[in-house]
Each structure stands twice: as structure tokens, then as C-alpha cells.
């Protein structure tokens, strides 16, 4: 299979040069901070992200329709891993199986990561969710150990704690088990693609477009803007966050206002420029502020 081999070409190369090839383990955003400013029960969802957090926090509150959109030609394989992982494990041993850092504070090393007599508790549910997914991992886990494998994420990521405080599904057992019970509902496809210059074709209730903002230039922003923006249902919301310190806000305001699409306002002014800022557009409507989170 040719995607076999691009994956094991992946393990053999540094991680730092492999740049959104590689996965996102976990969030590195706080989707707990802005997910209830979205209406998301039996509504649809486009959203960035390899980690396919935002798909399960989505999932967890009633959204039935989520596309994830990304770059990175790994993000569905991982979906069903950490589905199929979320679906047979505990939340305990989830963490440990996936945790790619230190799993609790200051313990060194995490000895269940990417483990193979782990996967095997899942490699069924996985066969039975996707069955493409299935042979790659198997492939993999039966071939390479847990070092090998970590190579094919990235190394931004957080410690176990934030990621936890990231995800409503991880917060407790409740939360976990509930997630367990409403992902197997969830309609979910996958497009390998660039906000750039995006194959899709349906409008969505939501999008989500992780922070992606801070790796584009201010022209490549306006066209992202323009083109998702076109994607968004009436009174739809979309979300950009994490600017870093940029006056990347002042240039969403212009490249909104020259959509000649249906206009989505920016909303609060003037905006604060802050780190972790969440910016929420609704299309025709001027609802939302900007939040720290
Ligand atoms: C900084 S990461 C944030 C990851 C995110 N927090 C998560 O949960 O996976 C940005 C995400 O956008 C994706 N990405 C980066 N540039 C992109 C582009 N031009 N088009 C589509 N996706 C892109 C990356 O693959 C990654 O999943």
C-alpha cells in the first residue's frame, strides 16, 4: 500500500522537518473554553485538526455532521484509532495508551504509550469502525515500537494535565462514557486538504479553524477567510483563535469585509490583541466577543 510506505518514510525522518505531515496527538488548544459559545446539537461541523479532539468534544455535545478538514494525509487514520481506543479502553488507560508526554507530573517516562499488547484490546473495534485504518495500524504496531510510532506526531504538545483541562470528554469517567455512547452516532468524513484552496462543497452550521492563523501570511489569511466564509450556513458561527501577539485580528476584519458573500462581522471593537484570543464570526448576525480562554 503507498500510504504505507509514505508513513514509514515519516518514521525514518526527523520529526522537525516532517511539519503538519505529522499528527497532533492532542489539542493543543482550549476547547472547553470556547465550545458551548457553539451551537452544536444535531448541527453539522467543518473543522481543522489532526488531533480529532474537536470532532469528539463536538461529538460529545449532540453534533451529528462533522467534516475535519486537514492538511495532514494521517488525521483519519487517527480518528479511528483514538475512536476505536476511546470505545475499548478505560479514560485511564486511554491517556496512558496515547499520553505521548510525561503521563502525570514529573514521572519520566509513560510505559503503556503506543504500546502493542494495548492495541491489541482495540484492534477489533478498530477493523470493525475502518477497516483501511485497521490495516495501517495493525501493520504498524505489529512491525515498530512506541518509539518508532511517536515518530509520526508532532512534538508540540502538552503534558497530561492541560490536555485533560483541553477536553470536556476527559475531564471524568462520566464525560468519557458519554462521549462513548454519542461518537458512534456521529456522521464523519474526512478531506485532506488546504484552507487555501478547499474541495468542499456543503455548507456547515459550524467551522472551526484550529490555529492555523499564525502559519499563513496576512494575504493567504484574507484568502482563507473569504473561502470558508462561503462555507458557513445563515446565522452560522466560525472560529479562529490563538493570533500570538499578531494584529492578525485587524486583518480577518478586512479580508471579512471584502467578502462579497453573505457578510460575517467580526465582533468587539476594538479587539484586544491577546495570546489566546478566540474570535467567533455569525454570519449576518453580530453576536459574539472575544474571549480568553
Ligand atoms: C497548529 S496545529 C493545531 C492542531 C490542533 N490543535 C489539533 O487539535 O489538532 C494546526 C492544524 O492545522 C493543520 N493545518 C496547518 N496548515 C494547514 C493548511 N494550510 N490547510 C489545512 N490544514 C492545515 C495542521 O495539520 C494541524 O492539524
Known amino acids: 500500500m503507498n500510504q504505507l510506505k509514505q508513513i514509514e518514510n515519516l518514521i525514518k525522518r526527523n520529526q522537525s522537518e516532517c511539519g503538519f505531515n505529522t499528527l497532533y496527538p492532542f489539542t493543543t488548544e482550549n476547547i472547553d473554553g470556547y465550545i458551548d459559545l457553539f451551537d452544536l446539537k444535531n448541527k453539522s461541523l467543518l473543522t481543522l485538526g489532526s488531533s480529532s479532539d474537536q470532532a469528539i468534544n463536538a461529538g460529545l455535545l449532540g453534533c451529528n455532521n462533522i467534516t475535519i478538514f486537514d492538511i495532514c494525509p494521517l488525521t483519519k487514520f487517527y480518528y479511528y484509532l483514538k475512536l476505536a481506543s476511546l470505545l475499548s479502553l478505560d479514560r485511564e488507560m486511554f491517556l496512558r495508551f496515547l499520553c505521548i508526554t510525561n503521563y502525570r507530573k514529573n514521572t519520566s517516562s509513560n510505559p503503556n504509550l503506543y504500546k502493542k499488547n494495548i492495541f491489541d484490546k482495540l484492534n477489533e473495534t478498530l477493523n470493525s469502525l475502518d477497516y483501511e485504518s485497521y490495516v495501517i495500524w495493525d501493520y ?43 461518537m458512534p452516532n456521529v456522521d464523519i468524513k474526512f478531506i485532506e486538504g488546504d484552507v487555501l484552496s478547499p474541495n468542499i462543497n456543503e ?23 473569504e473561502k470558508m466564509a462561503s462555507l458557513l450556513k445563515q446565522n452560522g458561527r466560525m472560529l479562529m483563535n490563538y493570533f500570538y501577539s499578531t494584529d492578525i485580528p485587524y486583518k480577518c476584519e478586512s479580508a471579512l469585509n471584502s467578502c462579497n458573500y453573505e457578510k ?27 474571549i480568553m480562554i
Open 140 to 182: 504498524l504496531f505489529n512491525k515498530y515500537g512506541s518509539k518508532e510510532i511517536s515518530r509520526l506526531f508532532t512534538i508540540d504538545v502538552n503534558q497530561v494535565d492541560s490536555i485533560i483541562g483541553c477536553n470536556r470528554y476527559l475531564v471524568d469517567d462520566d464525560m468519557y462514557r458519554l462521549a462513548r455512547k454519542k
Open 203 to 225: 455548507k456547515y452550521d459550524n467551522i472551526w479553524l484550529s490555529n492555523v492563523g499564525k502559519y499563513l501570511t496576512e494575504e493567504e489569511i484574507s484568502i482563507m477567510i
Open 264 to 290: 460575517i462581522i467580526i465582533s468587539g471593537e476594538p479587539l484586544n490583541i491577546v495570546d489566546n484570543s478566540v474570535l467567533v464570526y455569525q454570519k449576518s448576525k453580530l453576536v459574539v466577543g472575544v
